[in-house]
């Protein structure tokens, strides 16, 4: 890191939100905004960063080790499925702030690090009156970017929501919206939909940080080999570029590191978002290069002997598992239920575990999404503003007039869209 002592003070003084600054007043942990983040991604170009899914507290600790090994700026996030008041995970909403800020102070992290709500998710408008105190809740807590992801829902409605909602989101806070399901090949996003979407926000002076799109990629274990379509994303993001928007890539861990260089190269990506390969690396599972699970001949796990947890505690797993009748991706239902119990495991079990994470993680910082030293240039923009706030992304180049909800009804049932098979695909 090539910030001087003097630098990270002034950066700690003036660059860590209001609401973190009151949760953690004595802190030397560097949370920020998540614009900071997408703004250094952007300033080194043709780079992105991990959003680490912290699914456990082992991964939340060695995806911050990486990201100071490699000096890159982090996104450390949980989604609604994983952390909400339905969830999981024993990290939430609630407590992932919590857990970063403690593992900063304790492993002296000096990277800025941005706390994200990802997939707060609006299935249907009944959502909504709860999200309205909900969202609240969780800045209180600690967040600081969200995803707001009513992509479940048709377009006209996912813009409403997305407008609904963003009186509750703090100015200074990253924003993600998304366009299109994450549901793999069918589906996909087309510029008319991400158009719609983000020219609609740009209208009412919102200007999100990311858009994520349906572009071929899934959730959780990743079969078909199908993954990124790297040139329609590229598209979708050449038609965004007047609006300034960033893409967030989600559904990362099925996808080959070639396939992410690519992303990185050729879109305006910048962040990337690792979860299931985070947990199964965690407890030791054997994945390939890209963190995607092995399945044996039979379709189960393999696990690593000497990695992740103890021998003895994955026997426990498995069994659990096999009485419910989970297989593959289905194990992540086991994150609630073994968390208290792999926190009790020795020392050097829990050490091994976070450090497999932060191997993992460290080499897709450097050798595939070309992040390193993003850390200093995240240092480098809070010091220029004198700010936590990094102001507003782009200026307002659509017409209000033009974007009532009656017309935004009109025009977004007037799309020609496909949005595939009805489903849930959370992860």
């Known amino acids: 890191m090539t910030v001087t002592a003097a630098e990270f003070n002034k950066a700690l003084e003036v660059g860590r939100p209001p609401n973190i600054v009151k949760l953690f007043p004595n802190s030397r942990g560097l949370l920020v905004s998540g614009k900071v983040i997408d703004l250094a991604l952007t300033m080194k170009g043709k780079a992105m960063t991990m959003a680490a899914n912290g699914r456990n507290n082992f991964i939340i600790r060695g995806a911050l080790m990486a990201a100071q090994r490699a000096n890159a700026a982090l ?26 800020d403690q593992a900063c102070n304790e492993l002296n992290i000096t990277i800025p690090v941005a706390v994200h709500a990802d997939h707060y998710g609006i299935k249907s408008e009944k959502d909504i009156p709860y999200a309205t105190t909900e969202i609240p ?16 829902m048709p377009d006209e409605k996912n813009l409403l929501a997305n407008l609904e909602l963003n009186q509750y989101i703090p100015s200074w806070a990253g924003l993600e919206t998304e366009v299109g399901e994450i549901k793999g090949s069918e589906g996909l996003s087309s510029p008319a939909e991400a158009l719609f979407l983000i020219q609609g926000l740009n209208s009412h002076n919102i200007f999100p940080n990311w858009i994520a799109l349906n572009n071929g990629t899934s959730h959780g274990l990743e079969a078909s080999g199908q993954g990124i379509q790297v040139e329609l994303t590229s598209s979708i993001h050449a038609a965004l570029a007047p ?59 393999i696990k690593v002997k000497g990695e992740g947890v103890s021998e003895e505690m994955w026997e426990q797993m498995v069994a659990f598992a096999k009485e419910k009748g989970w297989k593959g991706g289905n194990f992540k239902n086991l994150n609630i239920l073994f968390e208290n119990r792999l926190l009790g495991q020795p020392a050097a079990i829990r050490a091994r575990m976070c450090k497999r994470v932060e191997n993992f ?64 695909y959370d992860d």
């Open 243 to 301: 609006y300034k928007t960033s893409g967030a890539q989600h559904g990362t861990s099925g996808n080959s590191s070639d396939r992410l260089r690519e992303i990185a190269k050729k879109t305006r990506t910048t962040k990337a978002n690792v979860a299931t390969a985070l947990q199964m690396i965690s407890w030791g599972v054997e994945v390939n290069d890209y963190g995607n699970a092995m399945l044996d001949d039979d379709g189960n796990l």
């Open 361 to 424: 993680v460290y080499n897709m910082l450097v050798n595939v999404c070309n992040a390193q030293d993003t850390a200093d240039l995240a240092i480098e923009a809070i010091l220029s503003k004198g700010s936590y706030d990094m102001g507003p992304k782009a200026e307002r180049i659509e017409d209000p007039a033009e974007w009532t909800p009656e017309k935004i009804i009109a025009k977004g049932t007037a799309l020609d869209t496909d949005k595939g098979p009805k489903g849930n």
């Open 75 to 100: 996104i450390i996030e949980i989604a609604r499925s994983e952390g909400g008041a339905k969830a999981y995970c024993m990290t939430s909403y609630w407590n992932i702030a919590r857990q970063i």
């Open 137 to 152: 809740s969780i800045f209180e807590a600690g967040i600081t970017s969200i995803a707001i992801d009513a992509s479940h």
